[in-house]
């Protein structure tokens, strides 16, 4: 008797070592402790056993029993967690896990407030390459070689100083006005567009200046464009873009690729004209170059000599976007960190 206990027992270890799923531990339960199974038929025959052989078996079968019930819970339990790690398995009711939002960096949203309030004015959007040739930089724009005003930036050049000799130089773009000759050359007026764009300068950084910046440029040729009529597109949009009546200022300066030239100032926004830290206690925020286009760029775009007037400006973006959102440092736009872009 005792025997046969322990050959229903190795023989069902045996076969639990080949089993892999729940449906083949069930079946063996089934086969060795279920009501028709060898097993069964010695604990019903235990009371035919005599008294010596009862104490014997008896408590041996029902150990047996017992520790036959535990292995095959262990071996299910065991199947049902390698089930879980092999198959996925989706507990549609929980909670779900947030998914992080990215966020435009603020130039991006400046960028489209003044692309969205220039094209209801009617201004179509321009573009051009960042890596520019010198024609397109200096030349075309009233800025030959020999001209002093290529010294009034500090220019990234890609080429080396043969092609530089002869003109044929190529350079990180250090103005957006270098699309002003690329795009006439192909339109003719009237036109007006804005060019939004990435400048270089080979500055040293700080607060307030970086080498990679942007600048809207704006150009609008006619037969009868005057000062009168930039001021009033500038206007326009000051008060569209900060939600504000803004007054705007110009000073006479002087760039080559327009005459008259001038500084353009906007009263401070954050004071409001008044004198704050901001505007270093004067009132008025510069916010970039303008000035009615040269007869030579003009001339050099393909057009014929006073033909046409027109106006055009440079203004640089972060300094706009600086002011609307009180940035306080330039740098921040191309750190790449996080959680400055997300506060906008
Ligand atoms: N391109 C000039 C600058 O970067 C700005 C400017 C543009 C001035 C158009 C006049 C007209 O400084």
């Known amino acids: 008797m005792r025997k046969k206990i322990e050959k229903i027992k190795s023989q069902l270890l045996s076969g639990l070592k080949k089993a892999n799923t729940l449906e083949e531990v069930e079946n063996l339960r089934v086969e060795y402790l279920g009501k028709k199974s060898a097993f069964n038929e010695i604990l019903k025959g235990l009371k035919n056993l005599s008294p010596e052989e009862k104490k014997e078996i008896g408590p041996l079968a029902n150990q047996t029993k017992q520790k036959i019930q535990k292995i095959l819970e262990k ?5 049902e967690e390698t089930f879980d790690a092999k198959e996925e398995w989706i507990d549609v009711t929980a909670p779900g896990k947030k998914i992080k939002q990215g966020h435009l960096n603020p130039l991006s949203i400046v960028q489209r407030d003044i692309e969205d309030i220039f094209t209801t004015m009617g201004f179509e959007i321009a573009d051009g390459p960042d890596v520019e040739t010198e024609f397109y930089n200096f030349d075309a724009i009233n800025m030959p070689d020999d001209h002093p005003g290529r010294d009034m930036q500090d220019t990234f050049w890609l080429s080396k100083e043969e092609s530089r000799e002869k003109g044929t130089g190529t350079v990180l773009r250090t103005q957006t006005s270098s699309v002003q000759v690329r795009y006439m050359q192909e339109h003719k ?4 567009i804005i060019v939004p764009g990435r400048v270089f300068r080979s500055e040293t950084t700080d607060a307030s200046h970086e080498h990679t910046f942007h600048q809207f440029e704006a150009l609008v040729v006619g037969d009868d464009v005057n000062v009168a009529n930039f001021l009033s597109v500038v206007e326009n949009f000051f008060e569209k873009f900060f939600g504000k009546k803004i007054k705007v200022r ?7 690729f327009v005459e008259p030239g001038f500084e353009f100032d906007i009263s401070c926004t954050n004071c409001g004209g008044d004198g704050c830290s901001t505007c270093s206690q ?6 970039g170059g303008a000035g009615m286009v040269h007869q030579n760029v003009l001339e050099s775009a393909g057009y014929k000599r006073n033909k046409y007037q027109g106006f055009a400006w440079g203004f640089g973006l972060e300094r706009l976007a600086m002011m609307k959102y009180k940035i306080n440092d330039i740098r921040l736009f191309h750190s790449g960190e996080i959680r400055f872009t997300e506060q906008f």
């Open 189 to 192: 007026p009237p036109l007006r």
């Open 282 to 287: 004067t009132g008025w925020i510069e916010i």
């Open 250 to 256: 110009l000073r006479p300066s002087y760039f080559p």
């Open 75 to 79: 071996k299910k339990s065991e199947i």
